[in-house]
């Protein structure tokens, strides 16, 4: 953050003029496209880094940059000042950082190189990021991208040596006609000698959460075309950001407590189940079961609605080295090919890697690196959506005899389908998910999955819970608040033992209006300890 090179790197890989930047200047900038492939060029000088104050006793940071964009006539030739406070943060930060582009998914073979002198005879890699979704601000916040766009971030080689002039070149495979570009900070924390932390982002110009608020610079431009574009923009004055350590390694991952509803408020509308077999691997290993309601990557009807399911083996804190125990690795598997409610059995297909962290009973995050040809990777924030019942951040917890009930239930007759019901006694409600089909769905690939949603008030004892059903449409994968969900029908629960119930439903509008019926649930896995019938 300190050197601000961020900006000089944006402008060059979008075509803008020069500009100085409390320590860069960005001149003889050129673009263009031959057959299939996009590169720029441009002269890079650095000069100095710009001022940030650490004070160690509020455990801050302080950055003061100053900008000059160009020379000459107004607009160009002004001077901006940016003041960005770093919260939980306190210590020198380093010169080179990196700019954040915005391009179409279908773009790709994103490279570039920054060599030493005018010519630039003898070049170094540049660091590329790309196919992402979302980036971690700080510790609340992500960078999402827009529907069909992916995030880059290009970062220079660290340690480069000052004052001195370079030559930087950058490159992808494909043509656009717009491109968006923000400056951000890179500020890693967290990590140990056998653990990698997290790295945030947080955006200096300009001031945004979310792609869709950076206007498009349009390829190719000239020079003033696109400086007038970001002198348009506002760069952050006064803005703090957050980047406390994620807390890791303290939370017994080993316990049936952390089963349940987890989701990101900033992308309400989609969320994550969890069930944690405890020590069914072995002991002091639990199984990790979970499923993921989402979207597809653009906005749309029922056709884009998207599931998958994830599991792992997750390790209590005491059976890993220091500083582990709260990471649990999984496999991201997705179905397709089913029928609403009927057969055929469908199988999971193993489309991605992931990695579950839990922070305490009540906050975590997910990251994902889809292998699918997608090329989705990121990571959300999650939190409880229903109270905490029997979790314990060490120690052994009590179990409860309703929250017991709570799991992965499904009819062995349409395997590959199914729901996860949470009971909650301490938020007195009833929350499941319904993984299924479209009644048309079996030659429908992703677009034939379907999922709904079951809401019902519970109160201690109760064994047949009645609440209402509801469908989710319009939503976009890992972004943004999606629409308020549509009630569609009905739906009771009724729980005979602790490994058999029932779930009534009459769906009434929707996708699958007036289709109704009862289905005969067995449990996955094993009964939670403390469950009663």
């Given at each position: 953050?300190?050197?601000f090179?961020?900006?000089?790197l944006?402008?060059?890989?979008?075509?803008?003029?020069?500009?100085?930047?409390?320590?860069?200047?960005?001149?003889?900038v050129?673009?263009?496209?031959?057959?299939?492939?996009?590169?720029?060029t441009?002269t890079?000088?650095?000069?100095g880094p710009?001022?940030?104050?650490v004070?160690?006793?509020?455990?801050s940071?302080?950055?003061?940059?100053?900008m000059?964009?160009?020379?000459?006539?107004?607009p160009l030739?002004q001077?901006?000042n940016?003041?960005?406070t770093l919260l939980?943060?306190?210590?020198?930060?380093?010169l080179?950082?990196?700019?954040?582009?915005?391009?179409?998914?279908?773009?790709?073979n994103?490279?570039?190189?920054i060599?030493?002198?005018p010519?630039g005879?003898?070049g170094m890699?540049?660091?590329v990021?790309?196919?992402?979704q979302?980036?971690p601000i700080?510790a609340?916040?992500?960078?999402?991208?827009?529907?069909g766009?992916q995030?880059?971030?290009?970062?220079?080689?660290a340690n480069?040596?000052y004052?001195?002039?370079?030559t930087l070149n950058?490159?992808f495979?494909?043509?656009?006609n717009?491109i968006?570009?923000?400056f951000?900070?890179?500020?890693?924390?967290g990590?140990?000698a056998?653990?990698?932390?997290?790295?945030?982002?947080p955006?200096?110009f300009?001031c945004?959460?979310s792609?869709a608020?950076v206007?498009?610079?349009?390829?190719?431009a000239?020079?003033?075309?696109v400086?007038?574009v970001?002198?348009s923009q506002?760069?952050?004055v006064?803005?703090?950001?957050?980047l406390?350590?994620?807390?890791t390694g303290?939370i017994?991952?080993?316990?049936q407590?952390?089963?349940g509803?987890?989701?990101?408020p900033?992308?309400?509308g989609?969320?994550i189940?969890l069930?944690?077999?405890?020590?069914?691997v072995?002991p002091?290993?639990?199984?990790?079961?979970?499923?993921?309601?989402t979207?597809d990557v653009t906005a749309?009807g029922a056709?884009?609605?998207?599931?998958?399911t994830?599991?792992g083996?997750?390790?209590?804190?005491a059976?890993?080295?220091a500083g582990g125990?709260a990471?649990?690795p999984v496999t991201?598997?997705?179905?397709?090919g089913g029928?609403f409610g009927?057969p055929p059995v469908?199988?999971?297909?193993?489309?991605?890697?992931?990695?579950?962290?839990?922070?305490?009973?009540?906050?975590?995050?997910?990251?994902?690196?889809f292998t699918?040809?997608?090329?989705?990777?990121g990571?959300t924030?999650l939190?409880?959506?229903?109270?905490?019942?029997?979790c314990?951040t060490?120690?052994v917890?009590?179990?409860n005899?309703?929250?017991g009930l709570?799991?992965?239930w499904?009819?062995?007759?349409?395997s590959?389908?199914g729901?996860?019901?949470e009971v909650?006694?301490?938020s007195h409600?009833m929350f499941f998910?319904?993984?299924t089909?479209a009644?048309?769905g079996?030659g429908s690939?992703?677009?034939?999955?379907?999922?709904?949603?079951?809401?019902g008030?519970?109160?201690a004892g109760m064994?047949s819970?009645s609440?209402k059903?509801?469908?989710s449409t319009g939503?976009?994968f890992?972004?943004?608040?999606?629409?308020?969900?549509?009630?569609?029908?009905t739906?009771t629960?009724t729980f005979?033992s602790?490994?058999?119930?029932t779930?009534?439903?009459?769906f009434?509008?929707?996708?699958n209006a007036?289709?109704?019926g009862?289905?005969a649930?067995s449990?996955?896995?094993?009964?939670?300890?403390?469950?009663?019938?």
């Amino acid at each position: 953050m300190n050197g601000f090179l961020k900006r000089c790197l944006a402008v060059a890989a979008v075509c803008a003029g020069c500009g100085a930047l409390n320590g860069c200047l960005i001149t003889n900038v050129s673009t263009g496209t031959s057959g299939n492939l996009t590169t720029a060029t441009a002269t890079v000088a650095l000069q100095g880094p710009a001022p940030c104050t650490v004070n160690a006793v509020a455990n801050s940071t302080e950055c003061k940059p100053v900008m000059t964009v160009g020379s000459g006539v107004p607009p160009l030739g002004q001077t901006y000042n940016f003041d960005i406070t770093l919260l939980s943060y306190a210590s020198a930060l380093p010169l080179y950082d990196p700019v954040i582009l915005q391009v179409p998914t279908s773009m790709s073979n994103f490279a570039g190189s920054i060599a030493a002198g005018p010519t630039g005879t003898t070049g170094m890699p540049l660091v590329v990021q790309a196919g992402l979704q979302t980036i971690p601000i700080d510790a609340s916040t992500n960078l999402v991208a827009e529907p069909g766009m992916q995030l880059v971030i290009v970062d220079l080689p660290a340690n480069l040596p000052y004052p001195a002039t370079y030559t930087l070149n950058f490159q992808f495979s494909g043509t656009t006609n717009t491109i968006k570009a923000i400056f951000t900070g890179k500020v890693s924390v967290g990590g140990t000698a056998e653990k990698a932390g997290v790295t945030y982002y947080p955006p200096i110009f300009p001031c945004v959460t979310s792609m869709a608020q950076v206007p498009a610079i349009a390829l190719p431009a000239s020079a003033v075309s696109v400086l007038q574009v970001l002198l348009s923009q506002h760069g952050c004055v006064g803005k703090q950001y957050d980047l406390s350590v994620p807390v890791t390694g303290t939370i017994n991952v080993n316990q049936q407590g952390l089963t349940g509803s987890w989701y990101n408020p900033a992308t309400d509308g989609q969320g994550i189940e969890l069930e944690f077999f405890a020590d069914a691997v072995a002991p002091g290993t639990a199984y990790l079961q979970g499923a993921w309601f989402t979207y597809d990557v653009t906005a749309g009807g029922a056709d884009h609605q998207r599931w998958y399911t994830f599991s792992g083996n997750a390790k209590t804190a005491a059976s890993e080295k220091a500083g582990g125990g709260a990471a649990v690795p999984v496999t991201i598997y997705q179905n397709t090919g089913g029928t609403f409610g009927a057969p055929p059995v469908t199988s999971a297909v193993a489309v991605g890697t992931g990695t579950l962290t839990i922070n305490d009973c009540t906050s975590g995050s997910f990251s994902y690196n889809f292998t699918d040809g997608s090329g989705r990777s990121g990571s959300t924030p999650l939190t409880r959506l229903t109270q905490n019942v029997t979790c314990v951040t060490s120690g052994v917890s009590t179990p409860n005899a309703d929250f017991g009930l709570t799991g992965n239930w499904y009819d062995p007759a349409t395997s590959g389908q199914g729901f996860v019901i949470e009971v909650n006694p301490t938020s007195h409600a009833m929350f499941f998910t319904w993984y299924t089909y479209a009644a048309n769905g079996q030659g429908s690939g992703a677009s034939g999955q379907r999922w709904y949603t079951g809401q019902g008030t519970f109160t201690a004892g109760m064994r047949s819970i009645s609440g209402k059903l509801y469908e989710s449409t319009g939503g976009v994968f890992n972004q943004g608040a999606a629409p308020p969900a549509v009630e569609v029908g009905t739906a009771t629960v009724t729980f005979a033992s602790c490994s058999a119930a029932t779930l009534s439903y009459s769906f009434t509008s929707g996708s699958n209006a007036g289709h109704s019926g009862a289905i005969a649930l067995s449990r996955v896995g094993p009964t939670p300890a403390g469950c009663s019938p």
